[in-house]
């Protein structure tokens, strides 16, 4: 019979502990490192995104309609996914800012205008909550698109 020694086997579970650990925070710090917003931004961004934005485009911004891309039978497209998994991403943030600040009714759209409904940070905190839902990948591509300009 082999006998474990009980301190390796200490060290053993002190090391698949201490990994499970990093590999927690290494994914809490992914979600907010390299991003232009703060944990507090996200938190407020809750709120504001689930009583404005999420009846059209769901409450962790995955979209309600698989088929976004396709207009509907009323002949608009449906709220795309905010998640990363859309394009949303192609737009930097002062164009963010413009379609929410304007909705799309102007241009043939379905999506009401926020200008005189949310103040700015109010506006700035709903993208960092959909925002928190890239990946780190999306996140680098939108700054490449533009980012916070
Ligand atoms: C009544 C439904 C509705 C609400 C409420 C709504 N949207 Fe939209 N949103 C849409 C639709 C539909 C589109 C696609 C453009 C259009 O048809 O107007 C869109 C497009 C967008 C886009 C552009 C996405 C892209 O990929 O180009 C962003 C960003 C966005 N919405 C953010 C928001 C935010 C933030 C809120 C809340 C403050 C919000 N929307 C509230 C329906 C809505």
Same mark, same amino acid.
């Given at each position: 019979?082999?006998?474990?020694?009980?301190?390796?086997? *200490?060290?053993?579970?002190?090391?698949?502990?201490?990994?499970?650990?990093?590999? &927690?925070?290494?994914?809490?710090?992914?979600?907010?490192?390299?991003? %232009?917003? @703060?944990?507090?931004?996200?938190?407020?961004?809750?709120?504001?995104?689930?009583?404005? &934005?999420?009846? &059209?485009?769901?409450?962790?911004?995955?979209?309600?309609?698989?088929?976004?891309?396709?207009?509907? @039978?009323?002949?608009?497209?449906?709220?795309?996914? *905010?998640?990363?998994?859309?394009?949303?991403?192609?737009?930097?943030?002062?164009? *963010?800012?413009?379609?929410?600040?304007?909705?799309?009714?102007?241009?043939?759209?379905?999506?009401?205008? #926020?200008?005189?409904?949310?103040?700015?940070?109010?506006?700035?905190?709903?993208?960092?909550?959909?925002?928190? #839902? %890239?990946?780190?990948?999306?996140?680098?591509?939108?700054?490449?698109?533009?980012?916070?300009?």
């Amino acid at each position: 019979m082999i006998k474990t020694k009980p301190g390796a086997r *200490l060290s053993l579970v002190t090391i698949v502990l201490s990994m499970t650990l990093l590999a &927690c925070s290494d994914s809490e710090d992914s979600g907010a490192s390299g991003r %232009w917003y @703060t944990e507090a931004q996200i938190n407020a961004g809750v709120e504001t995104f689930r009583e404005n &934005c999420a009846e &059209c485009h769901g409450d962790r911004a995955q979209g309600l309609v698989e088929n976004w891309r396709t207009k509907d @039978t009323d002949g608009f497209f449906p709220p795309p996914p *905010l998640d990363g998994s859309a394009h949303a991403w192609h737009h930097s943030q002062s164009v *963010l800012l413009q379609v929410i600040d304007n909705g799309g009714e102007a241009l043939g759209g379905k999506m009401p205008a #926020f200008a005189n409904v949310l103040s700015h940070s109010d506006k700035l905190a709903a993208i960092a909550y959909f925002q928190s #839902f %890239w990946s780190d990948e999306i996140f680098q591509q939108w700054n490449q698109m533009g980012g916070t300009n």
